[in-house]
């Protein structure tokens, strides 16, 4: 493909980002978003923003946010084009979701589990009528109620059917992971490069293919084993000290998807898991990444490999907006050569057929 | 530390009122932010893979005695990374230690303990409780 540079039109790129820059701020009248203000109350954005972009930086995602004027996929961008100029200081160790401050963990395969059920901050439940109240400003909230009880272990409940020996275990390893932002995607990927090519992924793509899932487009009887949300320590071994120390807190949501599995030669009928781990709040999103998780092992199952979901190329090359949307719209960009060449070829082709 | 990479900039220098002066200190290294890659679990329990990538500020300083301390933490609060790296140096001396513990540190952790409890309980007050609906009958 050719692109032409084009020369000119400096002035009317300097007046358009200059209306931007106004349509950003939108009626002087009001008083500005701070980022402050979008952390807390737009923080499911925020979460996506960081989930999306592979940052995690509520402070950052916030001010893509501003700056993108609520377009998460162009918040995305930003904060993906800002993380290549910071440098890495290396990895952490794995984060144990085993060891999360809960928020929130549900399972949808047991009533009664160790830990129980725990709803936390959840639209569950919600009637999702408008609430007319939040429209008018000024309102204050009621304090959430406490309840102080002793720490109750919660834990996971594919280890409970692990107990059982009916659900496949995860093979122990500590083996270095492929890193996708260092190397291109290479085909077959394995199970640590898809995770991470989908915890980056769009919500939505995600979303619908694990819908399509459900509905018959890959074999799939899921059930939610568990979602959990809250705070994870993460720790980091830098090498001038020679041992982790703690960096912080994050949050994320977990989602554990337990699926049939009828068994092969070598394996008894047991069940398989779909993994979804995401930072932030982001529920939907991790259930649909479990969903395509367990889609894309149908292949080191040894399922047939048929629907779009199953198909790693199809989904880890068309996940990732940021690369979708670079694609996309760099339709938008100048092809004035070629589409003169094609303009040539058609009235080419057309002067033949009126011709014979 | 762990302490020390929760809390920002301002609950630390706070802390610091009440406590025995910092010693001077120069810096070796930063306050610089970059990236590490936070990693998790396939399934939970298994093969690491590559999450995301979280902020974090580093900060290396030098007391004039010597004695070298270090901080990660994670953001960009380049106050709170250097802060965290002085007291890193500072509570190495069995002499300073205890009363920047007592002044700064453990009043973090409670607070840190409190905010958590506070969290527990607001999960604990959403926690399905099934039998009721059995003494319902």
């Known amino acids: ?356 | 530390m762990g302490v020390l990479a929760r809390a920002d900039a301002a609950s630390i220098a706070a802390r610091l009122d009440d406590a025995p002066a910092l010693p001077a200190h120069s810096r070796l290294r930063g306050p610089e932010t970059g990236l590490v890659m936070a990693r998790g679990r396939q399934g939970g329990d298994g093969a690491p893979f590559n999450l995301g990538e979280v902020t974090v500020t580093r900060c290396s300083v030098r007391l004039a005695d010597g004695t070298v301390g270090h901080a990660y933490v994670a953001g960009r609060d380049a106050r709170q990374a250097e802060l965290a790296a002085v007291l890193d140096a500072a509570l190495q001396d069995p002499a300073a230690r205890p009363a920047l513990l007592a002044a700064v540190i453990e009043p973090l952790a409670a607070e840190q303990a409190a905010r958590a409890a506070r969290d527990a309980a607001r999960a604990a007050a959403t926690r399905v409780e099934f039998f009721t609906m059995a003494t319902m009958r």
Not at chain 1, 156 to 173: H, Y
Request: aromatic share 8%; with cysteine; net charge negative.
């Open chain 1, 1 to 356: 493909m050719a692109y032409v540079a084009v020369k000119g039109g400096e002035r009317a790129i300097e007046a358009a980002h200059a209306w931007l820059a106004e349509e950003r701020r939108g009626d002087p009248a009001l008083p500005e978003l701070t980022l402050a203000q979008i952390e807390a109350q737009l923080g499911l954005a925020v979460d996506r923003v960081m989930a999306e972009g592979a940052c995690h930086d509520r402070g950052l995602a916030a001010l893509a946010i501003k700056q993108a004027r609520g377009d998460l996929i162009e918040a995305a961008f930003l904060l993906r084009a800002y993380r290549t100029t910071l440098p890495r200081f290396g990895a952490s160790n794995p984060i144990e979701t085993d060891a999360m401050r809960i928020r929130r963990r549900i399972s949808a395969t047991y009533k009664e589990l160790p830990g129980g059920q725990v709803l936390g901050p959840t639209f569950d439940y919600t009637h999702r009528l408008l609430d007319f109240a939040l429209a008018a400003e000024g309102g204050t909230v009621p304090p959430a109620p406490e309840r102080r009880t002793d720490a109750v272990p919660m834990p996971r409940v594919t280890g409970l059917l692990a107990q059982e020996g009916l659900m496949a275990p995860e093979p122990p390893s500590e083996a270095e992971p492929p890193d996708l932002t260092r190397e291109p995607l290479g085909f077959p990927a394995d199970r640590p490069l898809r995770l991470q090519a989908l915890a980056r992924g769009d919500e939505g793509f995600l979303l619908s293919l694990g819908y399509s899932t459900q509905r018959g487009y890959g074999n799939a009887h899921p059930f939610v084993g568990e979602i959990r949300m809250g705070a994870v320590t993460v720790e980091f071994e830098p090498p001038e000290l020679g041992f982790p120390i703690e960096l912080g807190e994050i949050t994320v949501t977990e989602c554990q998807m337990v699926n049939q599995f009828a068994g092969s030669r070598t394996e008894p009928p047991q069940f398989t898991r779909g993994y979804g781990l995401v930072f932030g709040h982001g529920e939907r999103k991790a259930m649909a990444m479990a969903l395509v998780d367990r889609a894309l092992r149908a292949e080191e199952l040894g399922e047939p490999v048929e629907a779009p979901a199953q198909n790693q190329e199809f989904v880890l090359y068309h996940c990732d907006n940021v690369e979708a949307t670079g694609f996309v719209e760099h339709l938008k960009l100048p092809h004035y050569v070629d589409f003169q060449s094609e303009l040539e070829k058609i009235r080419l082709l057309r002067r033949e057929a009126e011709g014979e």
